[in-house]
């Protein structure tokens, strides 16, 4: 019995130990003031965020390239404010990616879409956004001059089916490069696919009489 009330009393002496320090090193009140700056960061950077996919949405609707380009450019800033603030959000990285493909660079887009992915943000992603993200990476990788593009692009269309199975897009992208590969039986099944998923999507349709040609 004297020895367990001795631990006990031990145990109270460190636990007091522990709590002088921590209220000596003011390291009670850092965290919280931490933790109140990591909450109004995250805040800010979604202002940015939602401010620069207005600005997106507003250059694909402009009228003309010359209205379009400096909307583009605004949201781009505000893209970069917003991952400056949260470099964590894949959110934000997509959205950066997203206007650099309307404003034509590609190689650069796909390096957002690449952090986006990266393990620092990719757990910000639901399974289905994370999907949507490797569709539209093989998507730009596909319009890009690479050798090897399609190898690659079809690693990333067939995560991205397996995640987000409902991407009717991502299928017949599926299915246009089994095309290229000389694959028709998967061709035909990617089209089929997306025409499950859209039945009025010509894209698929298209494709799946070329391979019945």
Do not use: W
Not at 133 to 157: C, N, Q, T
Not at 195 to 212: H, K
Request: contains cysteine.
């Amino acid at each position: 019995m004297a020895m367990v009330t001795d631990i006990l009393l031990q145990a109270v002496l460190i636990l007091v130990s522990l709590v002088m320090f921590l209220a000596l090193h003011n390291i009670p009140q850092k965290l919280y003031a931490k933790f109140r700056y990591r909450n109004r960061a995250q805040v800010q950077s979604k202002r940015h965020f939602v401010l620069g996919a207005q600005l997106l949405a507003r250059a694909r609707s402009a009228n003309s390239r010359s209205a379009a380009t400096p909307l583009a450019k605004e949201a781009l800033a505000e893209a970069e404010r917003s991952i400056e603030l949260d470099p964590k959000d894949a959110a934000a990285h997509i959205l950066k990616a997203l206007v650099l493909d309307f404003q034509g660079f590609k190689s650069s887009a796909i390096d957002s879409i690449d952090a986006a992915l990266s393990p620092l943000a990719v757990k910000s992603l639901t399974e289905k956004e994370r999907g949507d993200a490797l569709f539209k990476r093989a998507e730009l990788k596909i319009a890009m001059p690479r050798r090897g593009k399609v190898d690659s692009a079809l690693a990333d269309l067939g995560e991205a089916v397996a995640l987000s199975p409902d991407n009717a897009r991502a299928f017949c992208l599926l299915g246009e490069c089994y095309e290229v590969k000389k694959m028709e039986a998967e061709a035909r099944k990617a089209y089929e696919d997306a025409l499950r998923i859209e039945p009025e999507l010509g894209v698929a349709q298209q494709g799946l009489d070329r391979l019945s040609s």
